[in-house]
């Protein structure tokens, strides 16, 4: 499933942006950016019921950076097909939409407020000086010990708060490194009026 949207928003997560079955009980998922302006929601089974009906909501209150918001929730259904491979929609991202121009702009480069300390459950927050997007595996790295010799990277999952400036690491399996992380940043990071961040890359005990 896919949300996209005319300009830069922030607020969409897994609490906005749900899907239910037939019978109206919540599909546990994931949600995360996969374009400029476009979420994706991940059912954590992956592979959805042949023959059955889903409703995707996406909550009010997303916001623009003028905090301008939509007002009411969106919902739409769909069936899934009875036989992989047999379904049929659009499946692509919208590129380059109106409201993603990168020219001219407006406020300064994003930059990193604050980092961490890693909690005892493994969990990491940063918090950017503005609204970020395109925060991702790709983009928001966590690796195990310290940056001058980095171990493996550790697999989780991340989520933003409403406002989308404070972003958090929920490593899949849950605890504390000893050697701490390293956490790497890339330019890939950028604020809803299109400038990238500065990389950055720190030790985080």
């Not at 899907?19 to 374009?35: K, R, W, Y």
């Not at 929920?170 to 890939?188: D, I, N, Q």
């Amino acid at each position: 499933m896919k949300a996209s949207f005319s300009k830069p928003v922030t607020g969409v997560d897994a609490e906005s942006f749900t899907l239910t079955d037939e019978s109206g009980a919540p599909v546990p998922a994931f949600v995360d950016q996969i374009g400029d302006g476009t979420w994706g929601l991940f059912p954590h089974q992956v592979f959805l019921a042949g023959e059955k009906t889903y409703t995707a909501r996406l909550a009010a209150g997303i916001c623009d950076a003028h905090r301008n918001c939509t007002r009411r929730e969106t919902v739409w259904s769909f069936r899934i097909a009875a036989n992989r491979g047999q379904g049929s929609g659009d499946t692509s991202v919208p590129l380059d939409s109106p409201g993603f121009h990168r020219s001219a702009p407006s406020l300064p480069a994003p930059g990193v407020l604050a980092v961490g300390p890693v909690e005892t459950s493994g969990r990491l927050t940063v918090t950017f000086t503005q609204a970020v997007m395109n925060v991702n595996d790709l983009t928001f790295q966590v690796t195990t010990g310290r940056c001058e010799n980095p171990g493996a990277t550790v697999p989780g999952h991340l989520s933003s708060d409403s406002q989308g400036t404070r972003w958090s690491f929920e490593p899949a399996k849950p605890g504390r490194p000893a050697a701490g992380y390293c956490l790497t940043l890339s330019s890939g990071v950028y604020g809803l009026d299109g400038q990238s961040l500065q990389t950055f890359r720190r030790h985080v005990g």
